[in-house]
């Protein structure tokens, strides 16, 4: 059976009040699968919180094809209980057609909030794209024609407070 290499990487907004122990607990399915714990992406930072941030970089293998679907779903699922909703991850295929790497964005969130981040996501990469060829007050000019052309609260999330301690009451 072949595997495939993966990197899973962006940045998760928490909800307000979440605790590390409940993010632990909502991914420890996904990291099972892994083959590695919430302590060891930690101490690898391979998670890092960064107040009501958890920024992600994990590099696994993947064992049902191309695309582990199941577990990634699970894991979208997972995330949407811990997150604000309306952001998006990167899964990276180390091991693509031809050598190159592919990415696939996953957006979180309900379906309202998985199109805000699709229509993030894709401001996003215009942007990287763009930019460097309009100039930013172009671009700017750009996103703000796209943004009023949708009914969807595409703004950008006012994050949740910082990361509870595992102790600490619900406040």
Known sequence: ????????????????????????????PFLRYCRTSHAEALRTRQFEYAGPYLQLNLNFPGYYGPVP?????????????????????????????????????????????QATAQMRYGLDALRTWVEPIIGSAAMDRVKAVVLGMTRLPVVDKAPGQALRSPTQEPG
């Open 1 to 28: 059976m072949h595997t495939y290499d993966y990197t899973l990487r962006g940045t998760v907004t928490l909800n307000a009040g979440i605790t590390m122990l409940e993010v632990e607990a909502a991914l420890a």
């Open 69 to 113: 679907d199941q577990e990634i779903r699970q894991l979208q699922a997972a995330l949407r209980t811990v997150s604000m909703g309306a952001d998006y991850i990167e899964l990276i295929n180390h091991d693509a057609i031809r050598g190159e790497p592919s990415c696939t964005p996953l957006f979180i969130g309900s379906p309202e909030q």
